[in-house]
């Protein structure tokens, strides 16, 4: 199973952005939906996540500007991304995590510069 992350791209500072992440096909039982980043020259770092009871959560340096939300129909998972800093410039990557194992995608590139 593959996680497609898209929705990247080049945006000015105070722009958005959507990302989605869909599996290539259904996972069962998944537990956790989350969104990960990985700056330039730096660590991955979580930015959000939901549970499947639908509880959200997010880094202190996106709150409020950011928003995870899942598409259960779809099976789609997205990050709306508000009023972006050059400081989010980063790969952003979507991970799935059932009770078996973790699914990640390959991600997207986020650039935010004027």
């Known amino acids: 199973v593959q996680l497609q992350a898209s929705g990247g791209g080049l945006v000015q500072p105070g722009g958005s952005l959507r990302l989605s992440c869909l599996p290539s096909?259904?996972?069962?039982?998944?537990?956790?939906r989350a969104w990960y980043r990985q700056p330039p020259g730096k660590q991955r770092e979580s930015v959000a996540s939901i549970t499947a009871g639908g509880a959200t959560d997010y880094s202190e340096s996106v709150k409020g500007r950011f928003s995870i939300s899942r598409d259960i129909a779809k099976n789609t998972l997205h990050l709306q991304m508000n009023n972006l800093k050059p400081e989010d410039t980063a790969v952003y990557f979507c991970?799935?995590?059932?009770?078996?194992?973790?699914?990640w995608g390959q991600g997207t590139q986020v650039t935010v510069s004027s």
């Open positions: 096909r259904t996972i069962g039982g998944v537990r956790i």
């Open positions: 991970k799935w995590t059932n009770t078996y194992r973790e699914f």
